[in-house]
């Protein structure tokens, strides 16, 4: 069973969207909200793999609490957990498949300056997640069956050795042009 959602040009920051979207990755719905809300409560960092330079470290690791993302991601875990249940997938055997962090549309902020000097640009973010059900033993087994060999024994015919021709290469007939030959008086009229 698989389910998917979606958010498009949401206002957040496509960097640590992106980070997160590895953090939660391969993890349970359930795993993942809990890390999330950890995050909006700044007890758990979300470790920056990518965008790390000049960044404080958190646990022994460059970190940050992006609240504003883990919100959001909240929302699509809710969304997509709501369309899983909807197809009539279980919840505990649910499992984040993929999840692809774009960056989205680039929209100037409301707000003025003198000389129209206001071109302060918000960061927005567009994410895809697809969730499938995680398979047990037991599912993996029934699929995978051990294939049955066949004792029949089929009755063997003797192949009975014929004699190979050997192929002798043939001559090339060469046929020689007659050579027009000038005559006497076509050169003497040549000459004239």
Request: charged share 40%.
């Amino acid at each position: 069973m698989e389910a998917t959602a979606r958010l498009i040009n949401v206002n957040m920051s496509p960097k640590f969207s992106r980070e997160v979207a590895l953090a939660i990755k391969g993890k349970s719905i359930s795993k993942a909200r809990t890390l999330l809300e950890e995050v909006i409560a700044i007890k758990t960092p979300i470790e920056l793999k990518r965008h790390n330079k000049e960044v404080a470290h958190k646990r022994g690791k460059p970190g940050r609490y992006p609240v504003k993302v883990a919100k959001n991601f909240i929302e699509l875990l809710d969304n997509v957990l709501a369309n899983a249940k909807y197809k009539g997938a279980d919840e505990e055997k649910l499992i984040i498949d993929t999840i692809e962090v774009y960056r989205g549309r680039h929209k100037r902020t409301l707000g003025s300056k003198a000389l129209g000097k206001v071109k302060v640009r918000s960061r927005r973010a567009s994410v895809f997640l697809v969730v499938k059900e995680r398979e047990t033993k037991k599912t993996v087994a029934k699929k995978i069956k051990k294939p049955v060999k066949k004792e029949t024994k089929a009755p063997v015919k003797k192949e009975t050795k014929q004699p190979v021709k050997k192929k002798t290469p043939k001559a090339k007939k060469t046929e020689k042009k007659p050579v027009k030959k000038e005559t006497k008086k076509k050169v003497e009229k040549g000459k004239k």
